[in-house]
């Protein structure tokens, strides 16, 4: 069974910066691709970046420059690294795993407000 955790959402001012954790458990590949997703109210959930299992990286292009994923394999960890914050960053942030099909986590609040 494949389970994720995400970690590291609160609030943050506009400018600021968090980093958020997805902690998997559960028998997965090395190779498996992991992504950020983001969903506002209202809103349908976005993809806001991907990396593989070798390291290649894609971002949304409303986030590019500004944030970064990156992955820990050996502690099957993937973090979001979000710099400059703006209010319309505003969302639920779920990671996401595909091994036999697609896991998710159960998402970690972002707020960035003044």
């Known amino acids: 069974q494949v389970q994720l955790v995400e970690s590291g959402g609160g609030l943050v001012q506009p400018g600021g910066s968090l980093r958020l954790s997805c902690a998997v458990s559960?028998?997965?590949?090395?190779?498996?691709?992991m992504a950020w997703y983001r969903q506002a109210p209202g809103s349908q959930r976005e993809l806001v970046a991907v990396i593989t299992g070798g390291g290649r990286t894609n971002y949304a292009d409303s986030v590019k420059g500004r944030f970064t994923i990156s992955r820990d394999s050996a502690r099957k960890t993937v973090f979001l690294q979000m710099n400059s914050l703006r209010p319309e960053d505003t969302a639920v942030y779920y990671c996401?795993?595909?091994?036999?099909?697609?896991?998710w986590g159960q998402g970690t609040q972002v707020t960035v407000s003044s």
């Open positions: 559960g028998s997965i590949f090395s190779i498996s691709p």
């Open positions: 996401k795993i595909t091994v036999d099909r697609d896991y």
